[in-house]
């Protein structure tokens, strides 16, 4: 039923709990309104006028609803002292150790994610509001001792997997919520208060890359000659006297479009944007050489190269799968408050950290 | 009967004679002219409501494509010429009301056009967070509130419990203009600078008091609508208290009577928490104080200039503690007709009225105790939490039982499947839809995924779409004649069912995939960035596709609708064979309503009682009968 | 048709339409000034600190008008309790005497606003001025409000009383229902607001 | 006026002139106990005491609760109900806040 609910890949230890209750739920409802719907449909079908001509004054007799009702009343006591009080208690009482975790902050404002590492020493440095400025968002004083070795960056939460990992969570302007689909966590961000949230993320974004690997379509998006100016052609346009207006891949302007109009062509097709999906096997071209390696973004002329090799449907993944979505509505900035969440092995993460920490002290 | 009726009527050109135009449709307190100018100028807002969904389903579907004016401009242009020329040979109303759409076309052009916030005719996200907030504070404060509550209420209850009025016909009057204002102002603060409000109809703070200026005259007008509900939910409990006909016990009231008594108490009780919160709000953001603002709050760099200590989630408790109740305000008058079309078209007794009507009344009481399951993902712990869903699980008995009832009273019924018949039955499934997915969310680990994704948006739009609306559509059809004298068209009523229907559940079970995907709501380009959405990326043009057509047929019930007020066929004093008080008066009922008040000798719904002729025996009839009961529990 | 039991009440529920009315409408007055309460003990428990009102505030004219209130209350009473004996005159004197002591009330808040207003002291100084200003304001406006109507029945609405007396004493028993409302809010306003 | 009338007439005057009088007395007293300043709970705990005593005063016998009809009571005691979830529920989830 999870796939027929169309759950995304979870990829947190805890999800696997939350959508086998969101599955639970799900048959329950099912079984109810089927239920119901069968003793609907059937009593508005038999009970019609041109079938009963006359109506029986007491109806149903029988007490059977009592017990359903008293059965919904049951089977919902059971879910939340079997499901939701137990589930909801691991989520905000149960927190791992902060020794054994990797402890981050994150500040939400209008329209970023900001995430503060405490670095080495594993302490968080002062922040002031009065520090606040483009270059330091979270007004990190760099004067405390404490904050010397802090990491900072701008929607890019990147975390080693298979390691419980506490956030801190906060706002410096107005509420904001903090939702990672895949890992099924979901917090608002509160100016004022700070809410720890916890997880623990159990695949790495190959892993996750490699789970969402499916026959992509990269054909071209069909518009109105209107619509196609600073686009990319797709294919190649040609006028009546058989002269090329437009080659595949070449670039459609005001003249091109005003030459397609005379040609009286009014729809044509343009290269859509595939370079958020990398390609997941490598191609190669008649001769041998690699059009796209593995990992390699589909950009507008790789997709043209393919379709040239007629190729329209290529293996490929989304390059960064895990997003943090703002799920709370925070102004007009708020449909593209995205930020990137990257699960890395043990090993790759602490590079990373290294690297980070290199750049501080130059 | 029959020469009562005719004493009524020429009471009733004496009373016409008596009052001017003014004094008779303008500044009436009749309560039925009042319901009326409630309901048109409910039905108006309605569709304003819709039509700005309309236009931001056109961004939805084709994110940052320009968005063609003129058929959004079209549509309630069409319907105001169109209603100018049945109003040529007819009433000044009709012609009125087009005037009115003309007037909505102009306000959709002045959006379309306006290039600050639609440059080439681009909805800019700042336009579409707008058009949302207002889409949802218009349906629910100005649309289907004072539809379900003003009008229905207002026409039906004094009639259906045998009174000649409001008990307090003056404030009846007030609370509609001042319920008009507010919508004044609600459409004034659509032309300031910044657009209306845009920080959704919920106005979570800090956003709202960092908004621009819409948002005042958002506060204002809500002020202006909360008092005209508080002074409308006195009059309705006094009036039902107080002036129920001799021999109207409680349990003999139609059911919608009690839905009406209940829904006046949630309003009562449940709105003055958001007016201190308005009243607050609007401190916050003219004179500065911090009741919402939190210290350090930095904005695009800058220090804000309040003083803070102030707590936004102030704000949402003082929110939901009349936005639950509210919903629940939403939802009983819709039950409440349906309970009437139903126990009318199964000629039979509603099964279970008894326990139908304590379930109505736990459901109201428990109604103000839940509201923080929309406050899960705030940051609650385990105890508070546990309280919260055990509520929300409780509350959901009622509801249950009161559907179950209403399933049940369909056996052994003998079911007319009349215009406003179906609408009431098509509601059953649709609330059941709407009231089941309600549970995933009323439990806080399933709210983590689901929490404000599209499926919080299915699950209220099955209850307040396709349910409260069918339901305010049933009734529409049911008490036309009851209103007019005459019936509104079978066919063209079948054709805008079917329609509506179809197109509602087009639009809105999709929603439910795109939840559990994961694509959260008020997104302003449908949720094309994430990559977790791209899947269902493809179901925000069916669902747009859905909502215009949902939109085309919805002309089917508006021309049928003005048409049928002067050429619909003739209906009978009874035309629906029915039980309750409204229809032992005339058609239209005179100022005062009843000539002697009437007497009940029995319960609401004798349809169908053994060992009599014919099988409806109304509530005022005299004659022994072998079951006075209203019937078996 | 006229509307039953505006004046006699209604035999099974013992209650006139208006009186009715009116304890539904403090109902809801409840729950406004209820949620203005909550708000002030939401925002004083969670602040790291909060003032004491005696501290800031001027608590022997905060005493002089619980007086005057309460006074006004006991006056507005036996307006009433005149008309229940038909003593116009002496009802005319009571209720007299009832707007003026809500004149005074006023006349000593707007010192009190002013002495503040006078030290640069507005509602945005901070949450507990806010609270202060924003529940003493609204008390404020429900004194005005009753004075409205008291000022009407003791001048051109005690007209009725010549006509319809009964009626005119339900009114005025009914005004003084909200009066008492009032003076009942600030009682638990003053130790809230000045004494904690 | 007739006797009957003025006898309970005088009995009323002489409940209000009482009930003003305590009401007098009771401010003083919570007055005179703001300038002990007792800890705050204890402090909160006297003043609300005595206000509810004042308010009830009020209630029972300037509006006449005492003696008014059951249908009030009803209303009151919903209303109150709804009160103190209002007071209490958004405190109860401010201090059960996730905390680590
Ligand atoms: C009319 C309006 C209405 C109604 C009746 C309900 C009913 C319910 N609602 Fe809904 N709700 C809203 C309107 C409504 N809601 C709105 C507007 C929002 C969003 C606000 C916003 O954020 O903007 C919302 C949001 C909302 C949330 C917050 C979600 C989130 O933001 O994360 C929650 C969580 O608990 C919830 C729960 C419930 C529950 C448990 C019920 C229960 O009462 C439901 C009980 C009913 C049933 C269990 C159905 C039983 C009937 C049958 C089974 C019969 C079937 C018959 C046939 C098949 C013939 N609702
Ligand atoms: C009662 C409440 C109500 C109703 C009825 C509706 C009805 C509809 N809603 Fe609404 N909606 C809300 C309340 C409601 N909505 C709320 C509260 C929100 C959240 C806002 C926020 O995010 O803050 C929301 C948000 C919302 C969204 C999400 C936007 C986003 O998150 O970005 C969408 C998206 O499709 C949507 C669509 C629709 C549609 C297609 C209808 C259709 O069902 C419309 C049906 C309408 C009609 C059928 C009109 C009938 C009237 C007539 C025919 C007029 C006749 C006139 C005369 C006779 C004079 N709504
Ligand atoms: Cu940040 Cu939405
Ligand atoms: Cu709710």
């Given at each position: 039923?999870?796939?027929?609910?169309?759950?995304p890949?979870d990829?947190?230890?805890?999800?696997?709990?939350?959508?086998?209750m969101t599955?639970?739920?799900?048959?329950?409802?099912?079984?109810?309104?089927?239920?119901?719907g069968?003793f609907f449909?059937?009593?508005?079908i038999?009970?019609r006028?041109?079938k009963?001509v006359?109506?029986?004054?007491?109806g149903?007799?029988s007490?059977?609803s009592?017990?359903?009702?008293?059965?919904?009343?049951?089977v919902?006591?059971?879910?939340?002292?079997?499901f939701?009080?137990p589930l909801?208690?691991?989520?905000v009482?149960?927190?791992p150790p902060?020794?054994?975790?990797?402890?981050?902050?994150?500040?939400?404002?209008?329209?970023?994610?900001n995430?503060?590492?405490?670095?080495a020493?594993?302490v968080?440095?002062?922040?002031?509001i009065?520090?606040?400025?483009?270059e330091n968002?979270?007004?990190?004083?760099?004067?405390?001792?404490?904050?010397?070795?802090d990491i900072?960056?701008i929607?890019?939460?990147?975390l080693?997997?298979?390691?419980?990992?506490?956030?801190?969570?906060?706002?410096?302007?107005?509420?904001h919520?903090?939702g990672?689909?895949?890992?099924?966590?979901?917090?608002?961000a509160?100016p004022?208060e700070q809410?720890?949230v916890w997880?623990?993320?159990?695949?790495?974004?190959?892993?996750?890359r490699e789970?969402?690997?499916k026959?992509?379509?990269?054909?071209?998006?069909?518009?109105?000659?209107?619509?196609?100016?600073?686009?990319?052609?797709?294919?190649?346009?040609?006028?009546?006297?058989g002269?090329?207006?437009?080659?595949?891949?070449?670039?459609?302007?005001?003249?091109e479009?005003?030459?397609?109009?005379e040609?009286g062509?009014?729809?044509?097709v343009v290269?859509?944007?595939?370079?958020?999906?990398?390609?997941?096997q490598?191609?190669k071209?008649?001769d041998?050489?690699?059009?796209?390696e593995?990992?390699?973004?589909?950009s507008?002329?790789?997709?043209?190269?393919?379709?040239?090799?007629?190729?329209?449907?290529?293996?490929?993944?989304?390059?960064?799968?895990?997003?943090i979505?703002?799920a709370?509505?925070?102004?007009?900035?708020?449909?593209?408050m995205?930020?990137?969440?990257?699960?890395?092995?043990?090993?790759?993460?602490?590079?990373?950290?290294?690297?980070?920490?290199?750049?501080?002290?130059q | 009967?029959?020469?009562?009726a005719t004493?009524?009527?020429?009471?009733?050109?004496h009373?016409?004679?008596?009052?001017?135009f003014?004094?008779?449709y303008?500044?009436?307190?009749?309560?039925?002219?009042i319901?009326l100018?409630?309901?048109?100028?409910?039905?108006?807002?309605?569709?304003?409501?819709f039509?700005l969904m309309?236009?931001?389903?056109?961004?939805?579907a084709?994110p940052?494509?320009p968005l063609?004016?003129?058929?959004?401009?079209?549509?309630?242009a069409?319907?105001?010429?169109a209603?100018?020329?049945?109003?040529r040979?007819?009433?000044?109303?009709?012609s009125?009301?087009?005037?009115?759409?003309?007037?909505?076309?102009?306000?959709v052009?002045?959006m379309v056009?306006?290039?600050?916030?639609?440059?080439?005719?681009?909805?800019?996200p700042?336009?579409?967070?707008?058009f949302?907030?207002?889409?949802?504070?218009?349906?629910?404060?100005?649309?289907?509130?004072?539809?379900?509550v003003?009008a229905f209420?207002?026409y039906?209850v004094?009639?259906?419990?045998g009174a000649?009025?409001?008990?307090?016909?003056?404030?009846?009057?007030t609370?509609?203009?001042?319920y008009?204002l507010?919508?004044?102002?609600?459409l004034?603060?659509?032309?300031?600078p910044g657009?209306?409000?845009?920080?959704?109809?919920t106005?979570?703070?800090?956003l709202?008091v960092i908004?621009?200026?819409?948002?005042t005259?958002?506060?204002i007008?809500?002020?202006?609508l909360i008092t005209?509900?508080?002074?409308?939910s006195?009059?309705?409990i006094?009036t039902?208290?107080q002036?129920?006909?001799?021999?109207?016990?409680?349990m003999?009231l139609?059911?919608?009577v009690w839905?009406?008594?209940?829904?006046?108490?949630?309003?009562?009780?449940?709105f003055?928490p958001?007016?201190?919160?308005?009243i607050?709000?609007?401190?916050d953001?003219?004179?500065g104080t911090s009741?919402?603002m939190p210290?350090?709050?930095?904005v695009?760099?800058?220090?804000?200039?309040?003083a803070?200590?102030?707590?936004?989630?102030?704000?949402?408790?003082?929110?939901?503690?009349?936005a639950?109740p509210?919903?629940?305000?939403?939802?009983?008058?819709?039950?409440?007709?349906?309970a009437?079309?139903?126990?009318n078209?199964?000629?039979?007794?509603l099964?279970?009225?008894k326990?139908?009507?304590y379930?109505?009344?736990f459901?109201?009481?428990?109604?103000?105790?839940?509201?923080?399951?929309?406050m899960f993902?705030?940051?609650?712990?385990?105890?508070i939490?546990?309280?919260?869903?055990?509520?929300?699980?409780?509350?959901?008995?009622?509801?249950v039982?009161?559907?179950?009832?209403?399933?049940i009273?369909?056996?052994?019924?003998?079911?007319?499947?009349s215009?406003?018949?179906l609408?009431?039955?098509?509601f059953?499934?649709?609330f059941?839809?709407?009231?089941l997915?309600?549970?995933?969310?009323?439990?806080?680990?399933?709210?983590i995924h689901l929490?404000?994704?599209y499926?919080?948006?299915?699950h209220?739009?099955?209850?307040?779409?396709?349910?409260?609306?069918f339901?305010?559509f049933?009734g529409?059809?049911y008490?036309?004649?009851?209103?007019?004298?005459?019936?509104m068209?079978?066919?063209?009523?079948?054709?805008?069912?079917?329609?509506?229907?179809?197109?509602?559940?087009?639009?809105?079970?999709?929603?439910f995939?795109?939840?559990?995907?994961?694509?959260?709501?008020r997104?302003?380009?449908?949720g094309a960035?994430y990559?977790?959405?791209?899947g269902v990326?493809?179901?925000?043009?069916v669902m747009?596709?859905?909502?215009w057509?949902?939109?085309?047929?919805?002309l089917?019930?508006?021309?049928?609708?003005?048409w049928s007020?002067k050429?619909g066929?003739?209906a009978k004093?009874?035309?629906?064979d029915?039980?309750?008080?409204?229809w032992?008066?005339?058609?239209?009922?005179?100022?005062?309503n009843f000539?002697?008040?009437?007497?009940?000798?029995r319960g609401p719904?004798?349809?169908s009682?053994?060992?009599?002729?014919?099988d409806?025996?109304?509530q005022?009839?005299?004659?022994?009968?072998?079951?006075?009961?209203t019937q078996?529990? | 048709m006229?509307?039953?039991y505006?004046?006699t009440?209604?035999p099974?529920?013992?209650?006139?339409?208006?009186k009715?009315?009116?304890?539904?409408?403090?109902?809801?007055?409840?729950?406004?000034?209820g949620?203005l309460?909550s708000s002030?003990?939401l925002?004083?428990?969670?602040a790291?600190?909060w003032?004491?009102?005696?501290?800031?505030?001027?608590?022997?004219l905060a005493?002089?008008?619980?007086?005057?209130?309460?006074?006004?209350?006991?006056?507005?009473?036996?307006s009433?309790?005149?008309?229940?004996?038909k003593?116009?005159r002496?009802?005319?004197?009571?209720?007299?005497s009832?707007?003026?002591?809500?004149?005074?009330f006023?006349?000593v808040?707007?010192f009190?606003?002013?002495a503040?207003?006078?030290l640069?002291?507005?509602?945005?100084?901070?949450?507990?001025?806010?609270?202060y200003?924003?529940?003493?304001?609204?008390?404020?406006?429900?004194?005005?409000?009753?004075m409205?109507?008291n000022?009407?029945?003791w001048?051109?609405?005690?007209?009725?009383?010549?006509?319809?007396p009964?009626?005119?004493?339900?009114?005025v028993?009914?005004?003084?229902?909200y009066?008492?409302f009032?003076?009942?809010?600030?009682?638990?306003?003053?130790?809230?607001?000045?004494?904690? | 006026?007739?006797?009957?009338?003025t006898?309970?007439?005088?009995k009323h005057?002489?409940?209000y002139?009482?009930?003003?009088?305590?009401?007098m007395?009771?401010?003083?007293?919570?007055?005179a106990?703001?300038y002990l300043?007792?800890?705050i709970?204890?402090?909160?705990?006297?003043?609300?005491?005595?206000?509810?005593v004042?308010?009830?005063?009020?209630?029972?016998?300037?509006?006449?609760?005492?003696?008014?009809?059951?249908?009030?009571?009803?209303?009151?005691a919903?209303?109150f109900?709804f009160?103190?979830?209002?007071?209490?529920l958004?405190?109860?989830s401010?201090?059960?806040?996730?905390?680590?």
């Amino acid at each position: 039923m999870q796939q027929w609910l169309g759950m995304p890949i979870d990829a947190a230890a805890h999800g696997a709990e939350i959508d086998q209750m969101t599955v639970v739920m799900h048959w329950i409802m099912l079984i109810l309104f089927i239920g119901w719907g069968l003793f609907f449909t059937y009593a508005i079908i038999r009970f019609r006028r041109t079938k009963s001509v006359r109506a029986d004054y007491a109806g149903v007799k029988s007490h059977f609803s009592s017990y359903v009702e008293g059965a919904v009343a049951v089977v919902e006591a059971i879910l939340i002292i079997g499901f939701a009080v137990p589930l909801w208690a691991k989520r905000v009482n149960a927190f791992p150790p902060e020794g054994e975790s990797t402890v981050v902050r994150v500040v939400a404002e209008q329209f970023a994610w900001n995430a503060h590492y405490p670095g080495a020493d594993g302490v968080f440095g002062k922040t002031d509001i009065k520090l606040v400025s483009a270059e330091n968002p979270l007004g990190l004083d760099r004067s405390d001792p404490a904050a010397k070795d802090d990491i900072t960056t701008i929607n890019q939460l990147t975390l080693p997997v298979n390691k419980p990992v506490i956030v801190y969570l906060s706002s410096k302007d107005v509420i904001h919520s903090f939702g990672i689909t895949y890992l099924r966590v979901k917090q608002d961000a509160i100016p004022g208060e700070q809410i720890p949230v916890w997880f623990t993320p159990t695949k790495t974004n190959e892993q996750i890359r490699e789970e969402l690997t499916k026959p992509y379509s990269i054909k071209g998006q069909t518009v109105s000659v209107g619509r196609a100016v600073n686009r990319l052609a797709f294919f190649e346009y040609k006028d009546k006297s058989g002269e090329v207006i437009v080659t595949a891949g070449g670039f459609i302007g005001e003249p091109e479009v005003q030459k397609l109009m005379e040609a009286g062509i009014d729809e044509v097709v343009v290269t859509k944007d595939h370079s958020t999906m990398v390609a997941m096997q490598e191609y190669k071209d008649a001769d041998g050489n690699i059009v796209v390696e593995k990992g390699g973004r589909l950009s507008d002329d790789v997709v043209l190269k393919l379709v040239a090799m007629g190729i329209t449907e290529v293996l490929a993944a989304p390059d960064t799968p895990l997003e943090i979505a703002c799920a709370q509505l925070c102004g007009l900035g708020h449909y593209r408050m995205r930020g990137f969440v990257t699960i890395q092995t043990e090993e790759q993460y602490k590079a990373w950290l290294a690297e980070e920490a290199s750049y501080l002290t130059q | 009967m029959a020469n009562v009726a005719t004493a009524h009527h020429d009471t009733a050109h004496h009373q016409e004679e008596e009052l001017g135009f003014w004094r008779k449709y303008v500044f009436s307190i009749d309560h039925k002219v009042i319901g009326l100018q409630y309901m048109f100028t409910a039905l108006v807002f309605l569709f304003l409501g819709f039509t700005l969904m309309m236009l931001m389903r056109w961004q939805l579907a084709y994110p940052g494509e320009p968005l063609p004016g003129e058929i959004f401009i079209g549509l309630p242009a069409v319907i105001g010429v169109a209603l100018l020329l049945i109003g040529r040979w007819q009433r000044k109303l009709t012609s009125l009301i087009g005037m009115i759409f003309l007037g909505l076309a102009g306000l959709v052009w002045y959006m379309v056009t306006d290039e600050v916030l639609m440059p080439g005719g681009v909805m800019l996200p700042e336009l579409y967070n707008s058009f949302g907030a207002m889409h949802g504070t218009i349906m629910v404060f100005l649309g289907v509130v004072p539809l379900a509550v003003g009008a229905f209420g207002n026409y039906l209850v004094p009639l259906q419990i045998g009174a000649p009025d409001m008990a307090f016909p003056k404030l009846n009057a007030t609370s509609y203009w001042s319920y008009f204002l507010g919508g004044v102002t609600m459409l004034v603060s659509f032309f300031v600078p910044g657009g209306a409000a845009n920080s959704g109809w919920t106005s979570y703070a800090p956003l709202s008091v960092i908004a621009t200026q819409g948002q005042t005259l958002w506060l204002i007008g809500m002020i202006f609508l909360i008092t005209s509900s508080l002074l409308g939910s006195v009059n309705f409990i006094v009036t039902i208290i107080q002036l129920r006909a001799a021999g109207m016990t409680f349990m003999r009231l139609p059911f919608f009577v009690w839905a009406q008594f209940i829904t006046s108490f949630l309003l009562l009780l449940a709105f003055p928490p958001l007016e201190a919160a308005g009243i607050m709000q609007l401190l916050d953001r003219v004179v500065g104080t911090s009741f919402f603002m939190p210290s350090g709050l930095v904005v695009s760099g800058q220090a804000l200039p309040y003083a803070g200590g102030g707590s936004p989630l102030l704000w949402q408790h003082l929110f939901w503690f009349l936005a639950h109740p509210e919903v629940y305000v939403l939802i009983l008058p819709a039950m409440g007709i349906v309970a009437e079309v139903i126990a009318n078209n199964t000629r039979k007794p509603l099964w279970g009225y008894k326990s139908m009507v304590y379930a109505a009344i736990f459901l109201g009481f428990m109604s103000f105790i839940v509201w923080a399951h929309h406050m899960f993902m705030t940051g609650m712990g385990t105890v508070i939490s546990t309280f919260f869903q055990t509520t929300t699980m409780i509350i959901s008995i009622p509801s249950v039982i009161i559907l179950t009832a209403l399933v049940i009273s369909l056996w052994g019924g003998s079911i007319r499947f009349s215009v406003p018949m179906l609408f009431a039955l098509a509601f059953l499934p649709m609330f059941g839809i709407g009231g089941l997915t309600g549970l995933p969310l009323g439990l806080a680990p399933t709210d983590i995924h689901l929490h404000d994704t599209y499926y919080v948006i299915g699950h209220f739009h099955y209850v307040v779409a396709p349910g409260t609306i069918f339901a305010l559509f049933a009734g529409l059809y049911y008490w036309f004649p009851k209103v007019t004298g005459r019936q509104m068209n079978e066919t063209l009523g079948r054709i805008h069912f079917i329609g509506s229907f179809i197109c509602m559940n087009v639009i809105f079970m999709p929603m439910f995939i795109q939840g559990l995907a994961g694509v959260s709501r008020r997104l302003y380009d449908g949720g094309a960035q994430y990559s977790h959405a791209q899947g269902v990326l493809y179901l925000n043009e069916v669902m747009s596709v859905g909502a215009w057509a949902l939109g085309v047929f919805q002309l089917f019930f508006i021309f049928n609708f003005f048409w049928s007020i002067k050429k619909g066929k003739e209906a009978k004093e009874n035309p629906w064979d029915a039980t309750t008080l409204e229809w032992a008066t005339p058609t239209p009922p005179p100022h005062g309503n009843f000539l002697t008040l009437p007497e009940v000798h029995r319960g609401p719904y004798e349809y169908s009682v053994p060992g009599h002729d014919r099988d409806f025996v109304p509530q005022h009839v005299d004659g022994q009968l072998r079951s006075t009961k209203t019937q078996k529990v | 048709m006229q509307i039953p039991y505006t004046v006699t009440a209604r035999p099974d529920t013992g209650v006139y339409n208006a009186k009715l009315g009116v304890w539904l409408f403090l109902a809801s007055e409840v729950m406004l000034f209820g949620a203005l309460f909550s708000s002030y003990i939401l925002l004083r428990v969670g602040a790291p600190t909060w003032p004491h009102g005696y501290e800031l505030l001027n608590v022997p004219l905060a005493t002089f008008n619980t007086v005057v209130l309460i006074t006004s209350s006991i006056t507005m009473v036996m307006s009433w309790a005149s008309l229940m004996v038909k003593d116009f005159r002496k009802y005319r004197i009571y209720m007299g005497s009832t707007f003026l002591l809500g004149l005074v009330f006023l006349i000593v808040k707007a010192f009190e606003y002013g002495a503040k207003f006078g030290l640069g002291i507005y509602p945005a100084e901070n949450t507990f001025y806010a609270i202060y200003f924003t529940l003493t304001g609204l008390h404020g406006l429900h004194v005005v409000g009753g004075m409205i109507v008291n000022a009407y029945f003791w001048g051109p609405g005690s007209k009725m009383w010549h006509t319809d007396p009964v009626r005119f004493t339900n009114r005025v028993e009914v005004a003084g229902l909200y009066w008492h409302f009032v003076d009942l809010v600030w009682i638990f306003l003053f130790p809230s607001l000045y004494l904690l | 006026m007739d006797q009957t009338q003025t006898i309970d007439f005088k009995k009323h005057v002489r409940t209000y002139i009482a009930v003003f009088v305590a009401l007098m007395a009771l401010t003083v007293v919570t007055v005179a106990v703001s300038y002990l300043h007792l800890p705050i709970t204890a402090a909160v705990v006297v003043a609300l005491i005595i206000a509810g005593v004042k308010g009830s005063l009020v209630a029972s016998y300037f509006m006449h609760l005492i003696s008014e009809r059951k249908l009030i009571y009803w209303t009151l005691a919903l209303t109150f109900i709804f009160f103190l979830a209002l007071m209490l529920l958004p405190l109860g989830s401010e201090s059960d806040k996730i905390v680590n």
